[in-house]
């Protein structure tokens, strides 16, 4: 089951600089992985070692945050699309 999933400027470096590419997966979880077979050292940017997504990325899958859903739990089916955004902090 292909999934599109956009990625974000800051990890386009891993993905020879493709904003979307397509990725196999019934979960966020099992998308990360096959995200890392394909674009290797991407995973360590967007989960930790236990599989949980980090504090600063946020994942949607059709514009909804998975932290709402179930976590890298959350099932995919054909045709979604997956947006991982980092979050970006600042202040005057």
Request: glycine share 12%; with cysteine.
């Amino acid at each position: 089951m292909a999934v599109t999933v956009r990625i974000p400027t800051p990890l386009r470096k891993f993905t020879n600089d493709q904003a979307e590419v397509s990725i196999d997966g019934g979960t966020v979880g099992e998308l990360i992985d096959n995200l890392e077979a394909q674009h290797g050292g991407i995973k360590e940017k967007i989960a930790e070692d236990s599989g949980a997504i980090r504090r600063f990325v946020n994942i949607y899958v059709n514009e909804e945050d998975i932290r709402f859903l179930d976590g890298p739990g959350t099932a995919l089916k054909d045709g979604d699309q997956v947006t991982i955004v980092p979050a970006i902090a600042g202040g005057c």
